[in-house]
């Protein structure tokens, strides 16, 4: 749960169901969670699965630590972080990755893999995903292949000529 | 190819060994070999062939097998894993250097590039390259969607915008804008297509998946090459290891790889010259995201396609196509003077660190990036290209290789540290605005630079970390590319390129080669290796 939250921190989606806690509902459509973030990140590709148990444990001190700096009640039914509100979690994720935070590359990390879930479905190929209306990449309106599973834009040009040549162009194409 | 050496264990023997298969390596690769000398080539990537390059964005696939993306201490570097190098993974764009950049002082307070080398002494060279290759210009009709928009906007707002040399093949590019991946239907003119094969049929010898870790010195005044065998899906694994011997070391493992190899021996070797994983320049990079609104693109530069939308084209194409050279001035001070140029990256790299206006500032994830999300067919990227003041520093390297590791492909943490100095950022700032001033005029897009935040600046072409020079003080090389207090020792790839070009380095890193191999020869044949000089090119 607390790693879902994350992932829905990164790219937020509506509740799976009304008694959702780890995805906050912050957004319309599916979110990173829906896209596969968890299972992304448990690919062991990815690399980080060894490391998923510690981080979900250092993020809930973290949001314990926050919620008692800022006098938010944290119920007991939820890890804590999932029990923070949303722009509690996003206050959070944003200082556990900035520039100056010591443990910012295992945050960065997550942040990174929660994105390329949504953006890439990079746990699956990608022709899959798509045939299967992979929420990321329909939302972002990712185009079809063809059917032999490969890309191909045949219309691509305006075909005509649309700002003068830099002066000094050489016969090259390079400036002098 | 190779014999034994007649010692307590059988050590292989070459003339020439090449460390990368990039333009620095297989160009020197190709021209060693057709001269007769005997070369290995050590790539630590894999060799794909073309119906290889998959369509395909999941972990595993060629798009991770032969790109490496290593996040360091203030910047990101991106470059090529694989036989082939960077010309596998590039865009392709292939402008020459102006004039001016070979004047650059930078923070050095003299000339940075020998005296030897300016814009009239390189483009001989530059000729060679683009025959090779072969370059060709794009023209309106090639230009894609993306590129015609960015031009137009160039043009409304008072600038000239050029379709850029490139080597791609248009009659066999089908805009699938899969790049990064390698090219599936052999258009774009990577160095599979050309100098590798020619090396290969001269005899050279290439093997994939052997990470070379460091160098030391033989007896016979030679140099011993150790290096990892990598496992071809985990790269975070090795298969064994060995040593080559060799008469001649052509380093040119990138830019991101040649300082720490050099590094790492410097126990066996004995001292590196100063600039040896210094200066390193991120080319001055930076990239913005324009989200163009449909109906001003129409109304504004009266663009349309033949499916009635203005633009929503942001996945159709191959990379840059135009580019704005208004600002390559060499009047202005140094600092100033920046390309700009049209872009595409794939989702993910292309994503992540795009940015909206947020509460306190802006920011790169949450509800309102996705919204931005949902814009992302009317995205239009641009480049950043400007005169950074080569202020990278490698630090101590790690165990293997140059990054340690997470991902079993493409990710890793490495060593580089960086911190943008006060004329770097200026640089930055100023295209920003210009950035700004060509695609918000009138409401035609919205424009943010992507966040330095999260893997702090980045770069695609990372270049000077073992640089050339006339100065032993600020350059690892002299003007031949021998590592200074080292030779025979050869370094041919970006890192020996002494500053930030304010344009795409490849065919500069490739000319710079084809410079360096008369040299190289002349020192081959001074330690007894039958090699002449003069093969047609590949």
Redesign the interface.
């Known amino acids: 749960m607390t790693l879902e939250a994350f992932a829905d ?4 989606g509506e509740k799976r169901f009304p008694a959702d806690r780890s995805v906050a509902g ?2 319309s459509g599916g ?1 990173a969670v829906v896209a596969g973030a968890i299972e ?1 990140l448990e ?6 699965a060894g490391g998923l148990t510690d981080l979900a444990r250092m993020l809930n001190e973290h949001a314990t630590a926050y919620a008692r700096e800022h006098g938010r009640d944290l119920d007991g039914d939820v890890p804590a972080f999932v029990a923070l509100a949303f722009d509690d979690r ?1 206050a959070l ?2 200082a556990l ?3 100056d935070h010591p443990e910012r ?1 295992g945050w ?2 997550l ?2 893999f929660s ?2 879930a ?10 899959e995903a798509i045939a299967e209306g992979h929420v ?2 329909a ?5 079809a ?1 063809d059917p032999d ?19 000094d ?2 016969a ?5 | 190819m190779t014999e034994p050496a007649g010692e307590s264990f059988a050590v292989e023997q070459t003339d020439v060994l090449v460390v990368g298969s990039g333009f620095g390596g297989a160009i020197t690769a190709y021209h060693l070999a057709a001269g007769g000398a005997r070369v290995v080539v050590l790539e630590r990537g894999p060799w794909l062939r073309s119906d290889e390059f998959e369509h395909d964005f999941m972990l595993g696939s060629s798009y991770t097998r032969i790109f490496d993306f290593v996040v360091g201490d203030g910047m990101a570097l991106l470059g090529g894993n694989c036989v082939g190098g960077g010309s596998v993974v590039y865009f392709a764009a292939m402008p020459r250097v102006p004039s001016f950049v070979f004047e650059r002082k930078g923070s050095i307070g003299r000339r940075m590039w020998p005296a030897t080398i300016d814009r009239a002494a390189l483009d001989p060279w530059y000729d060679r390259v683009e025959q090779a290759l072969p370059v060709s210009r794009n023209d309106w009709n090639t230009v894609t969607y993306a590129g015609g928009l960015f031009a137009a906007a160039c043009a409304r707002a008072g600038h000239t915008a050029n379709p850029v040399p490139a080597a791609v093949d248009n009659t066999l590019c089908t805009n699938c804008n899969w790049m990064m991946a390698g090219c599936r239907f052999d258009a774009k003119r990577s160095l599979l297509l050309n100098y590798l094969p020619g090396a290969i049929a001269n005899g050279a010898e290439i093997r994939p998946l052997h990470e070379v870790q460091r160098i030391a010195r033989t007896d016979d005044g030679g140099y011993r090459v150790h290096y990892n065998v990598i496992h071809d899906d985990d790269y975070r694994l090795t298969n064994g290891s060995g040593a080559i011997d060799a008469k001649i070391v052509v380093l040119a493992a990138g830019a991101g790889a040649t300082p720490v190899i050099l590094q790492r021996s410097e126990a066996e070797l004995g001292a590196m010259p100063h600039a040896v994983g210094r200066y390193f320049s991120g080319n001055g990079e930076r990239l913005n995201t324009a989200v163009i609104d449909e109906d001003k693109a129409r109304d504004l530069l009266g663009v349309s396609r033949p499916d009635g939308s203005a633009f929503r084209a942001n996945q159709v194409g191959k990379g840059p196509c135009v580019a704005s050279w208004d600002r390559l001035d060499g009047s202005l001070p140094e600092y100033s003077r920046f390309s700009l140029e049209q872009l595409y990256f794939p989702p993910g790299f292309g994503t992540i660190l795009a940015q909206v206006p947020g509460p306190d500032g802006p920011t790169w994830f949450g509800p309102e990036k996705k919204e931005l999300l949902r814009r992302w067919q009317s995205w239009l990227t641009t480049f950043t290209m400007s005169e950074d003041d080569n202020e990278g520093e490698f630090g101590a390297p790690p165990p293997t290789g140059n990054a340690f590791r997470i991902s079993q492909q493409m990710l890793g943490r490495g060593p580089i540290r960086y911190r943008p100095t006060e004329n770097t950022l200026r640089g930055w700032a100023e295209s920003d605005a210009q950035v700004k001033e060509i695609m918000e005029r009138d409401g035609l897009a919205t424009v943010l630079p992507w966040s330095n935040d999260v893997v702090g600046a980045y770069t695609v072409h990372p270049l000077a970390s073992c640089r050339i020079g006339d100065d032993p003080a600020t350059s690892a090389l002299d003007d031949r590319h021998e590592l200074r207090g080292h030779p025979g020792i050869f370094v041919t790839d970006g890192s020996a390129v002494p500053c930030a070009l304010t344009v795409n380095p490849a065919l500069t890193i490739a000319a710079l080669a084809e410079r360096a191999v008369p040299g190289i020869v002349r020192a081959a044949r001074q330690r007894g290796v039958a090699v002449s000089y003069g093969a047609s090119l590949p």
């Open positions: 921190t990164i790219v937020p912050a957004a979110g992304l690919t062991p590709a990815a690399g980080v996003s994720v944003r990755t900035g520039p590359d960065v990390a942040a990174l994105n390329m949504f953006d890439t479905a990079a746990h699956r190929h990608t022709t990321g990449l939302t972002m309106g990712f185009a292949p599973g490969l890309w191909r834009f045949p219309a691509y040009s305006y075909g005509r000529p649309l700002a003068d040549l830099h002066p162009t050489t090259s194409g390079s400036l002098a």
